[in-house]
């Protein structure tokens, strides 16, 4: 990726790697914008994560836009509301990030295809405010020598955590050994699966939780709290980011594992299986979707090397079950209630109300695969709290 730092001030400007960043300086418009665009490609496909950050005054709402250089197609969108026509594209603030203090950061992304090179766009408006490298200023140029511009700080991205939830970055952790609230775990038996604190990456701030997974069962390791979960009683919205390096495998794997108390204290199980997510009971190994292969073709794989924001509901006064990747809804992991053959039949052969009473990730191997995995912004709320 190619990847470009600009501040612009009184018609000086300054080029260094790492973001594009500029500073409006048209007489019209006041503000100031930064924009980090990061793409992660693969054959056909990309995602992007797109920092905005608001330089100049407060405002209530944002447009972001730009002009892809190739044939790329934006194909859905998380935590802003894009839309194509040709090359022009425009992303516009959701619900609860359209207010931004001076100062004050937001991200949102996307999915999306190209062929030939998928170039990084040169340049970005924010609220029409150009932030792109080719900004002409239309005010009289200074007879004096401008001073050199200070390239605008980055900031931590935000975590997103509604009032009512619990969060946890694991910021506080200071070892190597998950401490605190949570604890290494060997569900069965132990084997060559590790967990650890990483400090070298991170989602957000400057720590995450990484799993090295083993394959094979006896080499199953998950990082348990038992008070995440504390936050509501009967309906759970857990949202993390999760970055991995190998693509989920044909056979059945788990990455969060919940005890429901209603359930003989069995997990219910969160992983993968013939390459996309799936849900899991342990108590009966009910599938959620059916492992067919228009079941399977309902649900999404969970991209490599890119962080990926998972959110799921279960709701334990009506058992059902809805699950978003990168801010979509996946349809082959929504339960509803009303049996659909490939999605949930299989799941609603017996009730089912579960009592959730911990929170656990790592990594659970029933056959073939390995895997590394780096958890971050974990939080658990009665509300969905996004990306």
């Known amino acids: 990726m190619r990847r470009r730092v600009l501040a612009l001030a009184a018609a000086a400007a300054v080029a260094a790697a790492g973001m594009i960043v500029a500073a409006a300086s048209t007489a019209s418009a006041a503000a100031a914008c930064a924009v980090v665009y990061t793409p992660n490609s693969w054959s056909n496909g990309f995602t992007a994560d797109v920092k905005v950050t608001n330089y100049g005054a407060a405002v209530s709402s944002w447009t972001v836009s730009w002009a892809f250089a190739g044939d790329q197609k934006v194909t859905s969108a998380w935590n802003a509301t894009v839309s194509q026509s040709g090359s022009a594209v425009t992303a516009t603030n959701v619900a609860w990030n359209g207010s931004l203090?001076?100062?004050?950061?937001?991200?949102?992304?996307?999915?999306?295809?190209?062929?030939?090179?998928?170039?990084?766009?040169?340049?970005?408006?924010?609220?029409?405010?150009?932030?792109?490298?080719d900004v002409t200023p239309t005010t009289t140029p200074p007879t004096t020598a401008p001073t050199t511009p200070t390239t605008p700080p980055t900031s931590t991205?935000?975590?997103?955590?509604?009032?009512t939830a619990i969060c946890d970055g694991f910021e506080s952790q200071t070892g190597t050994t998950p401490a605190g609230n949570w604890a290494v775990t060997y569900p069965d038996c132990s084997g060559a699966?590790?967990?650890?604190?990483?400090?070298?990456?991170?989602?957000?701030?400057?720590?995450?939780?990484?799993?090295?997974?083993?394959?094979?069962?006896?080499?199953?390791?998950?990082?348990?709290?038992?008070?995440?979960?504390?936050?509501?009683?009967?309906?759970?919205?857990?949202?993390?980011?999760?970055?991995?390096?190998t693509a989920l495998p044909a056979a059945h794997v788990a990455a969060v594992a919940m005890t429901d108390a209603n359930d003989g204290g069995k997990d219910l199980?969160?992983?993968?299986?013939?390459?996309?997510?799936?849900?899991?009971?342990?108590?009966?190994?009910?599938?959620?979707?059916?492992?067919?292969?228009?079941?399977?073709?309902?649900?999404?794989?969970?991209p490599v090397n890119t962080w990926n924001c998972v959110e799921f509901k279960v709701d334990g006064t009506n058992g059902t079950i809805q699950t978003w990747l990168n801010g979509t809804s996946v349809p082959g992991l929504l339960e509803d209630?009303?049996?659909?053959?490939?999605?949930?039949?299989?799941?609603?052969?017996?009730t089912w109300r579960p009592k959730l009473t911990d929170l656990k990730l790592g990594w659970e191997s029933y056959g073939s695969g390995a895997d590394?995995?780096?958890y971050d912004d974990v939080v658990v709320s009665a509300m969905r709290n996004g990306c």
């Open 101 to 133: 203090a001076s100062g004050a950061t937001t991200s949102f992304g996307f999915q999306g295809t190209f062929s030939g090179a998928n170039v990084t766009p040169a340049a970005f408006t924010f609220n029409g405010v150009s932030c792109g490298p």
């Open 269 to 302: 199980r969160f992983g993968g299986q013939n390459g996309a997510l799936q849900f899991n009971r342990a108590s009966d190994d009910a599938t959620l979707p059916e492992q067919s292969p228009a079941g399977v073709a309902l649900s999404a794989p969970l």
């Open 157 to 163: 991205p935000p975590q997103n955590c509604v009032p």
């Open 372 to 374: 590394t995995l780096w």
């Open 193 to 245: 699966g590790t967990a650890a604190i990483d400090k070298s990456v991170a989602h957000s701030g400057t720590t995450s939780l990484r799993v090295n997974g083993a394959e094979g069962y006896c080499n199953h390791v998950f990082v348990r709290s038992t008070q995440i979960l504390g936050t509501t009683t009967n309906v759970w919205y857990v949202r993390y980011w999760v970055r991995h390096t």
């Open 337 to 350: 209630g009303v049996a659909t053959h490939d999605i949930d039949s299989q799941w609603l052969n017996r």
